[in-house]
């Protein structure tokens, strides 16, 4: 079992800045990619930003420039550093990641319960 828990979220004033977390933690062989989305009510849940474990890194074209998406591999976290927020930005931001588990061998895909960012103005 692979669990992904998120920190970071919270209410935050158009302009302002914050710092989501994901964690990954069970019987993880490797990770080979790590990324966050977002759901905002009534859209369909879309991707933000994404990283490999080799570095390589990609955006939505909503958040370049104002977010940056960096890992720590020995410790199996992602983070998401949120600049310049605009309200359109609120959303439920859910990790993802792509592991390959101890016991099954095989690659597959996990998710966070999500954590809610509110851009308030």
């Known amino acids: 079992q692979v669990q992904l828990v998120e920190s970071g979220g919270g209410l935050v004033q158009p302009g302002g800045s914050l710092r989501l977390s994901c964690a990954a933690s069970?019987?993880?062989?490797?990770?080979?990619?790590m990324g966050w989305y977002r759901q905002a009510p009534g859209k369909q849940r879309e991707l933000v930003a994404a990283?490999?474990?080799?570095?390589?890194?990609n955006y939505a074209d909503s958040v370049k420039g104002r977010f940056t998406i960096s890992e720590d591999n020995a410790k199996n976290t992602v983070y998401l550093q949120m600049n310049s927020l605009k309200p359109e930005d609120t959303a439920v931001y859910y990790c993802?990641?792509?592991?390959?588990?101890?016991?099954?061998?095989?690659?597959?895909?996990?998710w966070g319960q999500g954590t809610q960012v509110t851009v308030s103005s």
């Open positions: 993802n990641a792509f592991v390959v588990t101890l016991g099954v061998g095989v690659l597959d895909d996990y």
């Open positions: 069970g019987s993880i062989f490797s990770i080979n990619a």
């Open positions: 990283i490999t474990s080799g570095g390589s890194t």
